[in-house]
């Protein structure tokens, strides 16, 4: 498939895409049913999300990583899991100590 040709709209949409069938998965199997789209038990599935982050990335897109872990759903020890918004973080050089030959310097701190 020629992820080029796509818009970065039908990416994100082929990628959500991906999400929904593994958790729709995911929640069959834990009622006790066989999963539908078998996501998990399909490589192609894997392959075709793994196609579309790197076509993503090329195009310097940003979006979330779908979690292949089979306990995504799950919390460990009861605790409550609380989401971090997502940051982003721009670093300028101008903001960079840069190294020195002086032992005593603060290499690479952000002031």
């Not at 998990?40 to 979330?64: C, I, P, S, Y």
Request: glycine residues 6%.
């Amino acid at each position: 498939m020629d992820y080029r040709a796509f818009t970065n709209d039908s990416l994100t949409m082929m990628y959500e895409s991906v999400r929904g069938a593994l958790a729709s998965d995911d929640a069959q199997k834990a009622a006790g049913a066989a999963p539908r789209f078998r996501v998990r038990e399909t490589a192609d599935w894997k392959q075709h999300a793994g196609n579309l982050e790197v076509e993503m990335l090329n195009r310097g897109m940003f979006f979330e990583i779908i979690d292949w872990s089979e306990d995504q759903g799950r919390v460990p020890l009861g605790l409550v899991r609380r989401p971090f918004p997502p940051t982003t973080v721009r670093i300028e050089l101008a903001d960079c100590v840069l190294p020195s030959d002086d032992p005593s310097a603060n290499v690479g701190t952000v002031e």
